[in-house]
Structure formats: structure tokens, C-alpha cells
């Protein structure tokens, strides 16, 4: 999907939260303020961001009961698993798992009947749809059943026209019934099996027209009733979704217009406010500007993409307390082996780098040099160590020539790989010692871990 565009939509609120998460997820320790402070400027960015105010205080009070609990405070890297829940929070509020369209299979007709207020995108999102359903071998059938604005009709089969599918018209109809009511014959007939309802617009949810609207569906049975909405209203998109779901109960809804400048706050307020999921978002003019709604690329696009949504993976990776704690003890004893050095590889490689388990373990950031981590060099570190014999991983130092030699073989390196490896090894160790001698150090550390 166009990342970008919708990246324009959310840019101000996105921009707030993603500078709080970063300032926090840069701590190795946060207390109980730092989160509720963090919360607080969060619940004045969604507000800000049109965000509707129920929807945010339930926000705020999830986010903190997650967050002010032990096992966040008390991480290893709190900062970051603050992140992940403001993350996951947003995820569910945006309603989690993508929704599709949910129609009866190719060989029974469905029905899809769009709905919305006046010139919210209904009859442009009904021709994308369209288009969408043909591409994946459906037959669609669009009916022009707004018989309100005189251009309608036209507007339709133009439209129509342009991605080669039929519309059903009936010039002289006056009541949009009749005119459902044929071209569900007509397409029963003619082997359409998917039937796309545009409905005639209107300036707001009046009683008049929703009585209209209600008989429409009577006839229609929809499948698929879709609230289209313009995400440029904010919260009146939502009021108007709550409306209409009233009167006809809505099974989605389409936020148009996801493309313009708006504030973001009705794709925040929607799915928590109605419980309808949203399926797909408008992001542009063109007929093939429709995407899927996927919470959790909204959610990582508003906490701003790239960085922060790196962090949330790392999260889930961090090593708890008690591994660093027991790395700590070890490494102050200099009883590190290699053993553990090879368990540090699978994280690793989860986590991108060795430099960035090292910072995970309190006080290692920036004391582990470049020419410690050349990162090109651990597939063979790897399989050098995969090499040897368990009493070797736990004691390096039993390792003579002739098993290096065999080493060397065994994991198809050189003696000088081995020999390499094995120097640099006793370098970190001792390295790793003298910094957990240091009283600085240590002071560090306990400060990091809360201690
Ligand atoms: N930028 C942008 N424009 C859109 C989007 N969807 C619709 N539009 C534009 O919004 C305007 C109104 O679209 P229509 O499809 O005619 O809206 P409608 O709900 O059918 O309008 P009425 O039938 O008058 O109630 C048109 O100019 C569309 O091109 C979208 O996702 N992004
Ligand atoms: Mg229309």
C-alpha cells in the first residue's frame, strides 16, 4: 500500500508519539512517573489528533495498567517494552486482525450495498471494489441506485466503463427499491455473482432518508453492508458510522480520502466505538487507490515507522533480568565460556547485530569495540565453536594444537581461524573482568537494574 500517503494522514500524531517512544526507549532504567508522564503526552496527542475522547481515556488506562507493572519497570530494557505495549494497544484499538470482505462463494450471488453521507467516495469506492472483486475472478454487477443526484447515474457507468464492468440503470426508476429488485434478477440471469449497491448520498443521517436506506437493504440482503466514510470528518465520521449502524447494522467500513491531511483520529476512534472493523481505506482518486486495513501497519506507521517498529521486535527479544544477572556473575568471575558466547548467536541473529546484545547487558554499551564484533566473522565463529567438544566450549584453555587442528577441519576454517577466535575470546573475558571489577562500573550496573 502507499505507505507514504498514508503517512502524510497521520504525520503530526505519529511525529509526538514516536519522539516520546524513542526519548523512553533510550533508558535503561524508567520509573513509574517516566510512564505515567509518557501517557500523559500520548493522551494529548490523541486528542489532538481528533482521537475521540472515550476512545482515549480507555486507551490511557490500558496503556498504564500494562505498563506501570513490575514487569515492565524492572526489564532490562523498559523502554523499549513500554514501546511495544503503547504498540500492541494501538494495534487493538485499530481492531487487530485484518478484516476482508466475507461473501458467498463464486457460484451464489453476493451482495454488497455501500452507504455513506453525501460525497463521502461512495461511487468511486464501489468501481474500485469492482475492479478489485474482477481481479480476483469474480463477476461483479455495479447498480446505480442513487436516484438523488441527477449525475449519478452517468458518474457510475463511466466508471464502469473505465475498468470494463457492468451497470445495471433503470433511467426511469423512481424509488431505489425497484431498481435493486431488478438487478438482482438481472444478475441471477446473467451469471454476475457479485452485486455492488451504490446508494444515494446524503447531507446527514435524517430520518427520511434512512427509512429509504432500510428498505433498500430489506430487498438487497447484503452480505456486505459498508458504511463508506470520509476519514477527513474525524469524529463525525464516527458519530455517522454509529448512526447508520444503528439503522441498518453495518458489517465494515471504508475510510476514504486516507490519502488527504487529516488528523487520524477517526481510524483511531472507529473500530473502538462501533466494534465494526474497518476493511478498507480510499487513498486516492484513482481507481486502483483502495487498500486493505491492516492494524498493524497503521499502528507502526503512526508510532513512525522504521526505528521504533525495530525496537518492538527487539523487545520481544530482550533477555530477562535474571540472564543478564547470571551473564553479570559470570562474566565478573571470568567464568564466561564459550559455551555461553555460542548462546549468544541465536539472539544475535534475531537481533541484528552483537553490538546490540552487548548493550542489552547493563554498563556494555559502547565498551565493546568494533574489531570485538566483526559480525562477517561469527558464521565461522560459529561453526568453529560447533567444532569442539562440550568439556572444550566450557574450558577453552584445554584446547592444544592438535584439536585445533582438528577443529579447524571439523568446521572447515584454518588453525588460524581457530587460534584467532580462541585470542580473542581470552581478550573479552579478561576485558570482561577488569570492567566488573571497577567500582564505577559496578555502581552502574545496579542503578540499570534497578538494584
Ligand atoms: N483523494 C481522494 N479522493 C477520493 C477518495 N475517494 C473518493 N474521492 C473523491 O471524492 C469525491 C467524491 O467521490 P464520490 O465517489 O462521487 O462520492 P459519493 O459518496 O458517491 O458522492 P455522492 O454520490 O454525491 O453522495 C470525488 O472527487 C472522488 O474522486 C480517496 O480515497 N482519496
Ligand atoms: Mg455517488
Known amino acids: 500500500m502507499s505507505v507514504t500517503t498514508t503517512g502524510i494522514m497521520l504525520e503530526r500524531l505519529s ?5 516520546i517512544a524513542r526519548s523512553l526507549s533510550g533508558r535503561a532504567a ?4 517516566n510512564v505515567t508522564d509518557a501517557v500523559e503526552e500520548i493522551k494529548l496527542a490523541l486528542l489532538e489528533a481528533d482521537v475521540n475522547v472515550r476512545v482515549v481515556r480507555r486507551f490511557v488506562n490500558r496503556t498504564l495498567e500494562d505498563a506501570t507493572g513490575e514487569a515492565v519497570l524492572k526489564s532490562v530494557a523498559p523502554g523499549q517494552q513500554f514501546v511495544k505495549i503503547v504498540h500492541d494497544r494501538l494495534v487493538s484499538f485499530l481492531g487487530d486482525e485484518r478484516q476482508d470482505l466475507v461473501l458467498k462463494g463464486p457460484d451464489t450471488q453476493s451482495v454488497i450495498l455501500l452507504l455513506g453521507l453525501q460525497g463521502s467516495g461512495k461511487t468511486t ?8 472483486l474482477q481481479a480476483e475472478g469474480r463477476r461483479p454487477l455495479l447498480v446505480a441506485a442513487d436516484l438523488v443526484r441527477p449525475a449519478a447515474i452517468d458518474q457510475l457507468v463511466t466508471l464502469g466503463g473505465q475498468i470494463g464492468v457492468d451497470v445495471f440503470r433503470d433511467p426511469a426508476a423512481k424509488d431505489p427499491v425497484s431498481v435493486v429488485k431488478q438487478a438482482l434478477s438481472h444478475a441471477r440471469k446473467n451469471q454476475f455473482n457479485v452485486v455492488l449497491i451504490d446508494s444515494a448520498g446524503r447531507m446527514q443521517a435524517d430520518s427520511a432518508l434512512m427509512d429509504e436506506i432500510v428498505r433498500v437493504r430489506k430487498v438487497a440482503d447484503p452480505d456486505e453492508t459498508l458504511l463508506v466514510a470520509d476519514s477527513m470528518t474525524g469524529q463525525s465520521a464516527v458519530d455517522v458510522a454509529k448512526a447508520f449502524d444503528e439503522a441498518v447494522d453495518l458489517s465494515g467500513v471504508i475510510l476514504t480520502k486516507f490519502d488527504s491531511d487529516t ?3 477517526a481510524a483511531l476512534s472507529l473500530k473502538s466505538i462501533t466494534g465494526k472493523p474497518i476493511k478498507f481505506i480510499g487513498v486516492g482518486e484513482k481507481l486502483t487507490d483502495l487498500d486493505p486495513f491492516y492494524p498493524e501497519r497503521i499502528a507502526s506507521r503512526i508510532l513512525g515507522m522504521g526505528d521504533v517498529v525495530s525496537l518492538v521486535e527487539k523487545a520481544q527479544e530482550t533477555i530477562t533480568q535474571d540472564e543478564a544477572e547470571a551473564l553479570q556473575a559470570k562474566m565478573a568471575k571470568a ?22 546484545i552487548m548493550e542489552m547487558i547493563p554498563g556494555m554499551k559502547g565498551r565493546i569495540s568494533e574489531e570485538d564484533i566483526d559480525e562477517a ?12 567438544t562440550v568439556q572444550e566450549r566450557r574450558n577453552h584453555r584445554i584446547i592444544g594444537p592438535p584439536r585445533r587442528k582438528r577443529i579447524a577441519h571439523g568446521s572447515g576454517t584454518s588453525v ?6 580462541l585470542k580473542k575470546f581470552e581478550k573479552m573475558r579478561l576485558m570482561m573482568k577488569k570492567m566488573t571489577k571497577n567500582k564505577k562500573y559496578q ?3 545496579m542503578s540499570q537494574l534497578g538494584g
Open 416 to 421: 588460524h581461524e581457530v587460534n584467532k577466535l
Open 30 to 33: 524508567i520509573s513509574e512517573k
Open 125 to 132: 469506492t464501489a468501481a474500485k471494489l469492482a475492479k478489485r
Open 443 to 445: 555502581a552502574q550496573v
Open 263 to 265: 488528523r487520524g483520529g
Open 377 to 388: 566473522g561469527m558464521k565461522y565463529e560459529e561453526a568453529i565453536i560447533l567444532s569442539m
Open 15 to 19: 511525529d509526538k508519539l514516536s519522539h
Open 335 to 356: 567464568a564466561f565460556t564459550l559455551e555461553d558466547y555460542l548462546d549468544q548467536f541465536t539472539r544475535v541473529r534475531k537481533m541484528g547485530s552483537l553490538e546490540s
